[in-house]
T-cell receptor, first 114, second 112 residues
Framework: GNSVTQMEGPVTLSEEAFLTINCTYT??????LFWYVQYPGEGLQLLLK?????DKGSNKGFEATYRKETTSFHLEKGSVQVSDSAVYFC?????????????FGRGTSLIVHP | DSGVTQTPKHLITATGQRVTLRCSPR?????VYWYQQSLDQGLQFLIQ???????AKGNILERFSAQQFPDLHSELNLSSLELGDSALYFC???????????FGPGTRLTVL
């Protein structure tokens, strides 16, 4: 079956530091890839997405590129803020090939200190 | 506000009992998903409905069942509850398969 692996957390950074959260996936076909963010006490919300190889999703300074050759979708941000502290989930949704089961990684907690 | 509503927000019950969680999707969304989130298991996909029909089933126990009604709202029924069923249960909706999902605020279930 499909799977998503993301780096263990927590990731602890100082404000304005560079962020990378690694995500790799295993899937057949060409799934859509997503990053969701969950703030304390809330549901997940979409951060960015990419639907085909070499697509770059971006939002609020975060970026991730769909790399089919390395089956990766790493999340990056050039300068993190305290308000970015949250849990980040990498996910895939096959949407075709006979499977409609979305798969989420276990989440990576990000803590940003002033 | 995602536009997805879930009720109740909190639920406390005893082992062996049965509860029903309710979800109303965003206007226009045909797909509804149910997830269970716990500290040790992470976010687990339970089941998906599309326009009233079951489309995909994940790690859903036989004690759990769900349905999507003609008005597209969905209910998740949990029966013979065990301590280990204590978790956050999220509902999400999307326009269709493979699209971004919009998550509700969740229902926190505590089984005592």
């Amino acid at each position: 079956g499909n799977s998503v692996t993301q780096m263990e957390g927590p990731v602890t950074l100082s404000e304005e530091a560079f962020l990378t959260i690694n995500c790799t996936y295993t899937a057949t076909g060409y799934p859509s890839l997503f990053w969701y963010v969950q703030y304390p006490g809330e549901g997940l919300q979409l951060l960015l997405k990419a639907t085909k190889a070499d697509d770059k999703g971006s939002n609020k300074g975060f970026e991730a590129t769909y790399r089919k050759e390395t089956t990766s979708f790493h999340l990056e941000k050039g300068s993190v803020q305290v308000s970015d502290s949250a849990v980040y989930f990498c996910a895939l949704d096959p949407a075709s090939g006979g499977s409609y089961i979305p798969t989420f990684g276990r989440g990576t907690s990000l803590i940003v200190h002033p | 506000d995602s536009g997805v509503t879930q009720t109740p927000k909190h639920l406390i019950t005893a082992t062996g009992q049965r509860v029903t969680l309710r979800c109303s999707p965003r206007s226009g969304d045909l797909s509804v998903y149910w997830y269970q989130q716990s500290l040790d298991q992470g976010l687990q996909f339970l089941i998906q409905y599309y326009n009233g029909e079951e489309r995909a089933k994940g790690n859903i126990l036989e004690r759990f069942s769900a349905q999507q009604f003609p008005d597209l709202h969905s209910e998740l029924n949990l029966s013979s509850l065990e301590l280990g069923d204590s978790a956050l249960y999220f509902c999400a909706s999307s326009v269709g398969a493979g699209d971004e999902q919009f998550f509700g605020p969740g229902t926190r279930l505590t089984v005592l």
